[in-house]
């Protein structure tokens, strides 16, 4: 940790810090690459082994390009958890031109009971973000902001 110097006498410090996790992915495909991505922040917030598929959510988005649609469609499934406490287990997408989305989400409901909280996602940053295409298929890195 960084001490930050304040310019008057001051009765508090503050203190910078970093809380970040960078996740890397990669799918023979874009489909897989953006299923992989949102199943990788899910993990983060809870142990995957309890989410049962009881329920599914469908999903359209559209964005600027290829890394602009990774981080709106993983700032959804966020959204989702923090409105709805909806928890995905199974990701199916469909994108189109690398800038549209459409998604069937299976899942469930937050259940504090059976699902084991991990620690709190608080965003998708686009700092050091990387979607590209290779002769392998699709890999990504972004980071999350914890």
Do not use: N
Request: proline share 2%; with cysteine.
């Amino acid at each position: 940790m960084r001490l930050m110097e304040t310019a008057t006498p001051a009765r508090y410090r503050l203190l910078a810090h970093t809380a970040d996790m960078g996740v890397f992915v990669k799918a023979p495909d874009l489909d897989g690459l953006l299923a992989s991505a949102a199943q990788a922040v899910t993990e983060l917030l809870v142990e995957p082994g309890a989410v049962q598929d009881r329920r599914e959510l469908a999903l359209e988005l559209e964005a600027a390009g290829t890394s602009e649609l990774l981080v709106r469609w993983l700032s959804e499934v966020l959204f989702l958890f923090e409105t709805r406490h909806f928890l995905g287990r199974r990701f199916q997408v469909r994108t189109a031109g690398g800038s549209r989305l459409s998604a069937q989400i299976g899942g469930e409901e937050l259940d504090w009971e059976r699902h084991r909280f991990r620690c709190e996602v608080k965003a998708v940053t686009r700092h050091k973000l990387r979607v590209e295409s290779t002769a392998r298929g699709w890999r990504a890195f972004f980071i999350v902001d914890l």
